[in-house]
Structures are given as C-alpha cells and as structure tokens.
C-alpha cells in the first residue's frame, strides 16, 4: 500500500557540491572552528587550505575526477580534510571499515581500484600478513609507519588546485556495507543525493551555532548524514574516535554541544551511566537516532531526562523511502519509526510483489530524491535490490517486514531475512525480544531461527543477564507467547555480537549455534 500520510515534495534548493560551500564558509568566517579532536580544532579557514592541499596532491598524482580514494582509520581531523579535499578534486571517497577483515579490506580495496589508500597503524597492523596483496599507495594519516606520512605527501602551501566541475550524477563516495548478510557491496551516492543530505534549506535544525558530537565512525552513512550538514552550514563537529560514555558526556558539556547522532546501543549505554544526570546537557536542541531498533521505553527516557528534542531516522544506506519519528512531538507513537517525509513515497509488498491493503504486513519498499546510483560493479544485486511499481518507477527494497497504523506511522515488524517460518506460521524475532527485553534482569536479548526437523524452524534467544536464571527468564517469556511463538532455549552471553554502529550481527549467533 501507498503510505496513507505521504507528503507533497517540498521546494529544493539550489543544487551545490560540499566543497564549494565550505570555501564560501571559509571567506565568510575563517576563524569559526569547524572541526574538534581532543586538544586540537581546526577553523575553516585552515580547513579549507588544508583541503586545497589533499585536492592538488591527488592531482599531482595523476588521479583524474571520479577516481576513488580509500580511507580507512579511527576518526581524525586528518581523515576528514582527506574526505573533503579529495570531493574537491572530483573525485569519489570509499571510507572502509576498520573493524572489517584483512581479507574484506584488501577485497573492497580491489574493488574500488583506489591508487591511493590512507591509514593508520591500527589498521597498518590488521593488514600485516596481507599488506604485500594491496597495489595502492598507502599514506599514514597518523605519522605511523603505515605508510608514507600524511605531511610529507601533502602539496605545498599556496598555489589552488586545477577547478573542476562536479555533476550531480557523480560518485560522493562509495559506502560498503558491512557484510552481515555476505560478502560487503559497494553503495554508490551520488552527489545528488549527498545535497539532499545538507540540511541546507529554510528549516533545518544545522546552523553556524550548530556543535555536533560525532562519535560513530566516518565511515558510516550514520555519521556523514550528520557530519555533513554540520559543515555545509558552518557549525562545528567534535570528533571522538572511540565512542566512551564518561568522554562523550564530557566533551558534549564543555563544548556546549547542541546534536548528536547515536546509535540505539550508544543511547542505552549513556542513560544507564551512574552519573548521566551530574552532566550539563541543557545546551542540546536536537538529537537524532538510526541504525538499529530503538525501543520506545528508551527513546521515553531520553525524552524525560535529555533536555532538546530527538528524531529517530528509519532508512537505508541505499536510500529510498525512509521516515523520521519526530518523538518530542508524537509521544504516542515511540513505538513506530515515524511516517516518510516530503517526496518521500513509501509501500509495502507482499511475496509476489504486489501492495498490500492498509494495516497489512508486507516487506517496506521506497522511492525518492535520495536514492543510490546502484550496487559498485554489481549490476545483478542493484536489480535484486529494485522493485518496479505497476506505473514503472524504481523502488528500494528495503528488507524490513512492517505496517503502517490507521494515522500513517510505520510500525517494524522486522528484517525479511530473519523471519522465523516454524510450523507455516511467521514469526516474527523482534516480538519475541520485547518480551524477553521486559523481563527483570534482562539487559539485551535476540532471537534468531535455527533448523527444526519437525517444524522447518524454530526461535533460539541469546540473552545478556544481570542477576537473573536463564531457565526462569525463559519460563517467564514463553508463558507471555503463543504457542507457536515459544523460545525453544536461551544462551546467556556476556554481550551481543554488534558492528561498530550498533546492529546486532545475527548471522554470528546462526554460526555459532551451528558450530556448537
């Protein structure tokens, strides 16, 4: 079905490409800082000729618009202005991920073909017994030996690189994802779709007062979609490499922060810290959450004792239909992911790909401005990511199961993937953890489907316990669920498998069912 709340696309603004609109930024205040790590900032003057630098060495090394550039490393300053100088030159960022494995990073560097690959020694040292298989030329970011130092590589002070124009189809970057459900494909945004991230319109909450802590990674789309707006309005990002909760609470009181992007597991994390309400926090207008689910009874504590309002975003890296739970204005709803924005068109399908009718289940599909150039070099999964519409027009599938309520409000049931199917009937993982979540002494749980000879599957729950037996949880939980929606055993755990941006890594708990 068609979201019964979907909105009239409002008026775009005037398309730009980052760069040029943070040289503006850069004549208008040079001295504003743009960027914080620990002890150190950087203005937007300095960031912007340290920018024209990164963009006039890749030139010198013959890199020609559209070629990527791989980055991979704990967040910096140095990490950013590579990010930015490298737009600068036309050409197309592939942020990889430290925590991936040698074998996945020397993949995804073969993949997107990058001439020149910046480090650090962290992952210098991850590379060691595959460094001799990576063709590009490495640059430390740090100063290590990982490579050549970022300072000695960089062009000269002074002269401006070669200008060139950007077109909006153009590659931004290439964002792999993480791999949890096979090997990582590469996500190709285009500029286009990047503008539509800025924030740059009557409206939004990024502005040049803005100060906005960034401890996800710089590799996530989670970060740059908060990141990037902080920059192109001229606001200030305070970097944190690793995401600790006493220095996250820290810095955003003596910075004065005003946004955050977090992760459910980041949120859960800073509310249960022992000294959370010692924190002056008043300085927050906006926090904004994505990723991973997050339960309704944290986002109602957030609101309760986290002054400023919070926004949980529902989308996909790929783009297409999304939706945004204003929370601070809809407390009624904590336990939807909101309804789609303007131009934003959202449906559900069933199986054969057909709509469903108002209230069903059917897999969430979208459409809009913001919308993937494809699968990098995987034409074959673009396809299988797309669905057509009866009028002809491309959606993404978003992989999610869910309905929308009588008001237009998405409710998640969960990822298509991970439906349980146990006797014909569909079960649904993310039912059973909320019963498993409001049981006491239950920190963290999930359910995941395992072979049955009887009944095709059957649910199996991982449980992170405090204080608590696994036999009387599990008693507990299933007297609550149907009898078709049992939990057949629970394995306590000292913590869930994640990513760094907080998604629970199912297919680690399949495998270790399978290995036992």
């Known amino acids: 079905m068609t979201n019964p709340a979907a909105q009239t696309p409002a008026a775009e603004p005037a398309f730009g490409v980052l760069p040029d609109f943070i040289r503006d930024l850069a004549r208008e205040r040079p001295d504003h800082t743009a960027l914080i790590h620990r002890d150190e900032g950087l203005s937007y003057g300095e960031l912007d000729r340290l920018m024209d630098r990164v963009a006039a060495a890749c030139q010198r090394d013959g890199l020609k618009p559209t ?69 590009a030329r490495r640059i430390a970011l740090d100063g290590s030996e990982a490579g050549e130092p970022f300072e000695a590589w960089l062009a000269p002070e002074g002269p401006r690189p070669e200008p060139v124009t950007i077109d909006p189809t153009q590659p ?114 906006m926090k904004y959450c994505t990723s991973a689910p997050f339960a309704a009874a944290l986002k109602a504590d957030v609101l309760t004792r986290w002054p400023g309002g919070l926004i949980e975003y529902y989308g996909m890296t790929e783009g297409g239909g999304g939706t945004a739970l204003i929370a601070h204005q809809h407390p009624d709803k904590l336990h939807t992911v909101g309804r789609p924005g303007p131009g934003v068109d959202v449906r559900l399908i069933d199986e054969a790909g057909r709509e469903v009718a108002q209230g069903e289940v059917g897999e969430v599909v979208g459409r809009s401005g913001a919308m993937m150039n494809g699968y990098h070099n995987k034409p074959d999964k673009t396809s299988e990511a797309q669905w057509v519409s009866p009028e002809g027009l491309v959606y993404i599938r978003n992989g999610d199961v869910g309905r929308f309520d009588e008001d237009g409000f998405l409710i998640l049931m969960d990822r298509k993937k991970d439906m349980i199917i146990s006797g ?37 729950a991982f449980a992170v316990l405090d204080g608590v037996e696994s036999e009387a949880v599990l008693a507990a939980a299933n007297a609550r669920l149907g009898k078709t929606q049992r939990i057949t055993a629970l394995h306590v755990v000292d913590q869930l498998p994640r990513s760094a941006i907080g998604k629970v890594l199912k297919r680690e708990l399949r495998d270790r069912l399978a290995r036992s």
């Not at 503008?195 to 710089?218: D, I, K, N, Q």
Request: net charge negative.
């Open 172 to 285: 931004f970057n290439i964002i792999y994802s993480s791999g949890t459900t096979g090997a990582p494909k590469g996500i190709v945004q285009s500029h286009r779709m990047r503008f539509s991230h800025l924030g740059r319109y009557e409206g939004s909450t990024y502005e040049p007062s803005t100060v906005t802590m960034v401890s996800t990674p710089l590799y996530s789309n989670t970060t740059l979609v908060s990141i990037l707006p902080t920059l192109a309005n001229g606001g200030t990002a305070v970097l944190i490499e690793k995401f600790d909760v006493e220095r996250f609470l820290g810095e955003a009181e003596r910075h004065r922060a005003t946004h955050a992007m977090l992760v459910p597991v980041q949120y859960r994390r800073i509310m249960e810290h022992p000294g959370f309400d010692r924190y002056d926090l008043s300085s927050f207008r």
């Open 424 to 460: 014909g009937f569909n079960i649904y993982p993310s039912d059973l953890e909320a019963v498993l979540a409001a049981e006491p002494g239950v920190v963290e749980a999930a359910v995941v489907g395992v072979p049955h000879p009887d009944w095709g599957e059957t649910p199996v």
């Open 67 to 135: 070629e990527a550039v791989a980055i991979c490393a704990l967040s910096s300053i140095p990490y950013v202005a590579v990010y930015m100088g490298a737009l600068r030159a036309g050409l197309t960022v592939a942020p990889l991920a430290p925590s991936s494995t040698a074998e996945a990073l020397v993949g995804m560097l073969e993949d997107c073909a990058a001439p020149l690959f910046f480090l650090d020694a962290g992952v210098f040292e991850q590379l060691a017994g595959v460094a001799d298989r990576i063709r």
